[in-house]
Nanobody
Framework: VQIVESGGGLVQPGGSLRLSCRAS????????VRWYRQFPEKLRDWVAS?????TATYEDSVKDRFTISRDKTTVFLQMDRLTPEDTAEYFC???????WGQGTQVTVTS
């Protein structure tokens, strides 16, 4: 199975980005999905999760700014009011498959 993230880029503080996560397998919507992020020289930190039923949970530092959602084929991470501290590589993970994407870089700078 392949997981592919997209949507990263360069944005100014206070700006927004929307990340997308897609899978090569069908029935993606029947599995929980998580977003993680990795700061340079650090381990990956959990950011947000969504169940197959659409229930979302968030790490405390993002819960008022990020929104995870999904449709049949894609899981989204809407990131608003970004700060330089959100600069990281963002990864999508499907626990049922043990599968990670390759990551997408988010850089927040003025």
């Amino acid at each position: 199975v392949q997981i592919v993230e997209s949507g990263g880029g360069l944005v100014q503080p206070g700006g927004s980005l929307r990340l997308s996560c897609r899978a090569s397998e069908s029935m993606f919507d029947r599995h929980a999905v998580r977003w993680y992020r990795q700061f340079p020289e650090k381990l990956r930190d959990w950011v947000a999760s969504i169940t197959k039923g659409g229930t979302a949970t968030y790490e405390d530092s993002v819960k008022d700014r990020f929104t995870i959602s999904r449709d049949k084929t894609t899981v989204f991470l809407q990131m608003d009011r970004l700060t330089p501290e959100d600069t990281a590589e963002y990864f999508c993970f499907v626990p049922d498959w043990g599968a990670w994407g390759q990551g997408t870089q988010v850089t927040v700078t003025s």
